[in-house]
Structures are given as C-alpha cells and as structure tokens.
C-alpha cells in the first residue's frame, strides 16, 4: 500500500528516487501528456459552462484521481515512489529543504524568473518546457515575489471546520468548504500557494513545475481531514445540477469514474499522519 509522507521528512535516497521518476517520465513523454490534460481542464472550466477540474464541486475529485494516475507513472518507473506533499503551513519560505538543489531546485532568476538550480534547472537539459504558455522553454519560479506569504494552520483550520462540502451555484462564487480550500473565496489557500510559487505555478500548465504534485498531495490530504472532521457531511451536489459533476457522473477525461468512487482515499493510500490508525470497514 502506497504511503505518502511530507517531503520534509523524506530521506536523501528517497529524494533522488522521486526526482529520478519525474526525470524518467519527463524523458518518455509521459510527463507532458499530464501538463497537456492539466491545461486543457483548467482552460475550459468556466463559471458558467461546464467545470470538472476547477471551479466547482468535482475540483478535489478530479485532482485526487490525476494525481492517482501521475503516481502509478512514477511507480511504473520505480515501485517505491509515492507522492510526497508538501505542508505549506510547515515549510513557507524559500530556504525550506524543499527548494535545495538536491530536490526542487530554488527560485527563478530575476529577469525572467529562470530556475537555475537542480535537476529541473534548463542547463541540465532534462526538463524543456514544451507544453507552455509563453516563449520561454524553462522552468521558471519566483518565490514569494511582491512579499506573498503561504496560508498559515490557523486559515486551514477555519476552513476545515466549515461544516458544508460545497454550496450553489457550485462555482469560485460559492460558500462552503471545497470553493474555499480551492481559494477563491476567503484567505485563498489552495489559490495562493500556485501564486507564491509563482512563474509556470501561475499558469494553466502549472504541472511543468514538479512542485504541482506535491502542493495537490497536501490539498488532497486537507480534505480527507475535512471528512475525518465531519463525517456526517457528503459530497454535494447528490444528483441533477447542470454543468458540474455530481455524485455518481463521470468526471472527464475518465470513463468510469465518479466522485463517489473518490471519496475514500484509504482504497488508494494512506497518509504518514494516519499509519496506525485502524482501516475504515
Ligand atoms: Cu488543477
Ligand atoms: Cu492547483
């Protein structure tokens, strides 16, 4: 059973087996093939049209089973890679261990926000940006740029304790929980992480950085906290609202898939905060 740790406490072989797999299916093509289905959803979800990947009900569905799907990659390459996240609660500054060369690599250079170090750095010529949004073929970052700060614990606890899923009109105007972690409403978590990574983060491929996965690993990570906290409170909507994905529709660009069968992660992999905790019958 996979078992997804914070990056923090990853060791330095386990560092090296992630950025090797990234590295591997960045070389195969397969990495690309996930920044181009990234992009694609996130420029045709729209307020008033359809939304499957952002902006509505079915955002943390949706980015629970493409990161399900980018981790078996990584384990096609190697077995022992999960998914780390990132706990941007914990590590919030650009001199975290996250950002060293020997994992992420830092921030961006000034001019053009360029990263220049690492194994995603565009000198070590593994890592060409192909599906973009601008002209540059690098990877590019700029941490914490204009004095942005990460959302602290006690902004996610106020919003882990909102007791309702998600709320009509089911877009980036509604109450509840799923439109505020996603951030468009209130302090802006899940938002606001993308914009202090800044650079590619910003974009619709955001993906090209390999932070993404980590940054989604967490956020996935705070809502099974919300349904540990609030067991009694379902996925919504249950049935019959157009434009998003309800309980038991099929979440593009999967077939068979439906929130439903995303709603316990404890099929797929278990968090390192919860390995003594007894499987759910
Ligand atoms: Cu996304
Ligand atoms: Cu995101």
Do not use: C
Request: charged share 25%; net charge positive; no cysteine.
């Amino acid at each position: 059973m996979t078992v997804r740790k914070s990056q923090a406490t990853l060791t330095a072989d386990e560092k090296r087996a992630f950025t090797n797999a990234l590295l591997e299916l960045k070389r195969t093509g397969v990495y690309d093939r996930f920044v181009t289905t990234h992009n694609a959803f996130l420029r045709s979800d729209s307020d008033f049209g359809d939304r499957v990947g952002h902006r509505g009900p079915s955002f943390l569905p949706w980015h629970r089973r493409f990161l399900l799907d980018f981790e078996a990659e990584l384990q096609k390459v190697d077995p022992k890679v999960a998914l780390p996240y990132w706990d941007w609660t914990v590590d919030r500054t650009p001199a975290s261990s996250l950002w060293a060369p020997d994992f992420m690599g830092g921030t961006g250079r000034p001019q053009d926000g360029q990263v220049l170090d690492g194994p995603f750095a565009y000198s070590g010529r593994r890592w060409n940006i192909t599906v973009g949004v601008d002209r540059y073929p690098f990877l590019r970052r700029s941490l914490g740029a204009g004095g942005a700060q990460l959302p602290t614990k006690a902004e996610v606890n106020a919003v882990l304790d909102m007791p309702e899923y998600d709320a009509a009109p089911w877009n980036s105007s509604s109450g509840g929980f799923r439109n505020h972690l996603e951030g468009w409403r209130g302090a802006g978590l899940h938002n606001r992480v993308h914009v202090w990574v800044g650079g590619h983060m910003l974009t619709a491929a955001s993906p090209n950085d390999p932070v993404f996965w980590m940054h989604h690993a967490f956020v996935d990570m705070l809502w099974a906290e919300w349904q540990r906290r609030h067991p009694k409170s379902p996925y919504l909507p249950a049935a019959a609202t157009p434009n998003v994905v309800d309980l038991r529709r099929p979440m593009r660009p999967w077939n068979n898939v439906t929130p439903a069968d995303m709603l316990d992660h404890r099929r797929f992999y278990t968090f390192d905060t919860e390995g003594a905790a007894p499987r759910r019958p």
